[in-house]
């Protein structure tokens, strides 16, 4: 068990307090290699050149913070380079390992893939943030995200949340009035907008990734909403992925493709595709985080055309519950020659203001609040499920980095008709025993 969930166990009812405050919280805080060379000024100074690799959901911001930064601390420059995650959860993790790590780089929260805080921090690659005045901050719920035995070495501005980005106008031209609020309804969309000619759902499974939306979507409702405390009788080997409302998911995804709400050929489909086909109007939804939300919009003629709902896992409207989660983030290599530039450059960014930018460029929930603060219109259909019906994503209380991949692998073979779910069941068990 790693000390992330050994130190810093968060219960749902820590979670769901959390989530339930988060409107209302106010802050009490007013690629690839090391940098290689220096810029010398016009007076005769140098410029330190900060490294930085992240993922494509973080450009927006952070092409603005590195530019505002600029102005405000003449004497450093950030410098952004963005690769797709996938990439990412090897390459960087290889880098990282081999000593060559780029002064700052993406860091995903909790402890589930190669690239999250506790892997890195557990390898000693990770800079200790904890002495900037916005750790102090991070709500209690949020903590094992963030943290490993008591010390911050993630920043994040926020949470987001997983449901499904529709065409409104795709919806209303199928005769759609309003988002459905329980399964069955959202069959009878799918149904609906099928028969009006339109791919219901846009799946790009290509993109492993994007396999794991669905499965996340609806596993707060056929899960956590009948056990809130199933991740703790897992950890404590009282509870598997077999035999739990995790096969319930698996039929119900499996369900959209057998009456033919996908699109054709999903595992030859990419992300950047499944985008395109919703902001185009050739399929109506996709199952996806609200932190790529822009990227919808970015490929829409209209973008007000583009919004969210929950997609509703239960029969019951009241049972349905949501996945929500810190947003991927940033830390700063231990090792690199400009650690300190580096987490002054975060503790900038630890600022309200900040924060608040960060977030709303990504349709994100701010991890703390203040009177500026704003919420994307598209999320808050979700706002009320926080309060007591929303779960953390998955793979950020999972104990070790296997269980993703494999979770991303077994969906492509389900999907294709290689596997059975029993026997996708079995192998993500093996893989959260290791």
């Not at 410029?47 to 952070?62: H, I």
């Not at 069955?184 to 009006?196: G, I, M």
């Not at 790009?204 to 669905?214: C, D, M, N, R, Y």
């Not at 996806?288 to 209209?302: E, I, N, T």
Request: net charge neutral; charged share 20%; proline share 6%.
């Amino acid at each position: 068990m790693t000390g992330l969930l050994h130190d810093a166990r968060v219960s749902r009812g820590q979670f769901f307090r959390l989530m339930g405050g988060l409107a209302l919280a106010s802050a009490a805080t007013a690629c690839s290699t090391r940098p290689e060379t220096t810029a010398t000024t016009g007076g005769g100074g140098t410029t330190t050149e900060l490294k930085f690799v992240g993922v494509s959901d973080q450009k927006a911001p952070m092409d603005k913070l590195a530019a505002a930064y600029a102005q405000a601390t003449p004497g450093v420059r950030v410098t952004p380079s963005y690769a797709p995650t996938d990439q990412v959860q090897t390459s960087l993790r290889t880098q990282l390992g081999a000593g060559n790590a780029p002064d700052l780089h993406v860091v995903y929260p909790g402890s589930g893939s190669a690239m999250s805080m506790t892997q890195i921090a557990q390898a000693g690659l990770l800079a200790d943030l904890s002495a900037q005045a916005w750790t102090q901050t991070i709500p209690a719920g949020f903590k094992p995200a963030f943290q490993l035995d008591g010390k911050t070495y993630l920043y994040s501005a926020g949470s987001s949340v997983i449901g499904a980005v529709y065409n409104k106008k795709v919806f209303q031209q199928a005769g759609i009035d309003a988002p459905p609020t329980t399964w069955t309804e959202f069959l009878a969309v799918c149904d609906k907008l099928k028969k009006a000619g339109v791919v219901p759902i846009a799946l790009g499974a290509q993109t492993p990734w994007v396999t794991q939306l669905i499965t996340y979507a609806l596993v707060p409702s056929t899960v956590y909403a009948k056990d809130p405390t199933f991740d703790d009788k897992q950890q404590a080997g009282q509870a598997t992925f077999a035999g739990s409302g995790w096969q319930q998911a698996f039929e119900m995804y499996l369900e959209l493709q057998k009456r033919g709400f996908f699109n054709d050929k999903p595992n030859g489909t990419t992300f950047e595709q499944q985008t395109s086909m919703v902001a185009t109007g050739k399929a109506a939804m996709a199952v996806q985080v609200s932190a790529v939300l822009p990227d919808f919009r970015k490929a829409a003629s209209s973008p007000d055309d583009l919004s969210m709902f929950p997609l509703p896992g239960a029969d019951d409207a009241d049972s349905v519950w949501i996945p929500a989660g810190v947003v991927v983030g940033l830390g700063a290599s231990a090792k690199g020659k400009n650690a300190e530039a580096a987490k002054a450059f975060i503790d900038f960014l630890g600022k309200q203001e900040n924060i608040n930018a960060w977030a709303k460029e990504i349709a994100a929930i701010p991890l703390t609040q203040d009177a500026s603060s704003t919420i994307d219109p598209a999320v808050e259909s979700f706002l009320p499920f926080t309060k007591d019906r929303a779960v953390p994503f998955m793979d950020q209380r999972w104990p070790n980095a296997e269980v993703q991949p494999v979770h991303f692998a077994v969906v492509q073979k389900l999907l294709a008709g290689d596997s059975t779910i029993d026997e996708a069941l079995k192998k993500m068990d093996e893989a959260y025993r290791k």
